[in-house]
């Protein structure tokens, strides 16, 4: 369900995350130009911290996985995602492909990585991921919680946190 990104998915990573509806519900909302994908694609590549993974969903690649900020010695990361939306919505498969990519990468985390515990940021706003998350085990840290400017706007962040035991 879940592979190493490699150099032939750059583009339609790109493409998905571009997705007017994936840009709305992030932090970075700016479109994201060929130049600077590039240019983070180099980065992760160099990056022992960072991975990039494709989510399979009935023979469709259709998500991206991430994780940053590895840390190995504390079991810790970060993580996030996004999905090709236009192609999920058209065969109908939206919700039960991104119940699946939660599935999958919180055994990535704890199986793969050996995490012993990771979390996200989500806009707060965003009450079905939030929800999601929460049907996975995460609970929000509100320690973690901040305030960003979002295109002008102040935007509440929540932190949501899964840790091997819970």
């Given at each position: 369900m879940l592979r190493e990104a490699r150099e032939s998915d750059v583009e339609i990573i790109r493409?998905?995350?571009?997705?007017?509806?994936?840009?709305?519900?992030?932090?970075?909302?700016a479109f994201i130009t060929p130049e600077g994908h590039a240019r983070w694609w180099a980065n992760v590549k160099s990056d022992?911290?960072?991975?990039?993974l494709i989510f399979n969903y009935r023979g469709n690649d259709c998500g991206v996985v991430t994780f940053n900020d590895h840390d190995?010695?504390?079991?810790?990361?970060?993580?996030?995602?996004?999905?090709?939306?236009?192609?999920?919505e058209a065969r109908g498969e939206l919700l039960p492909a991104w119940m699946e990519l939660e599935k999958a990468?919180?055994?990535?985390?704890?199986?793969d990585m050996g995490l012993r515990a990771f979390g996200g940021r989500t806009l707060a706003w965003n009450k079905p991921v939030i929800a999601l998350h929460k049907r996975f085990g995460f609970t929000e840290v509100p320690s973690r919680r901040y305030t960003t400017q979002i295109d002008g706007t102040d935007q509440l962040v929540v932190w949501?946190?899964?840790?091997r035991t819970t």
């Open positions: 493409t998905w995350r571009n997705h007017p509806k994936t840009r709305g519900a992030s932090i970075h909302t022992p911290a960072r991975r990039v190995p010695s504390a079991g810790t990361a970060e993580w996030g995602f996004f999905l090709d939306v236009d192609g999920l990468a919180v055994s990535y985390a704890f199986e949501t946190e899964k840790s």
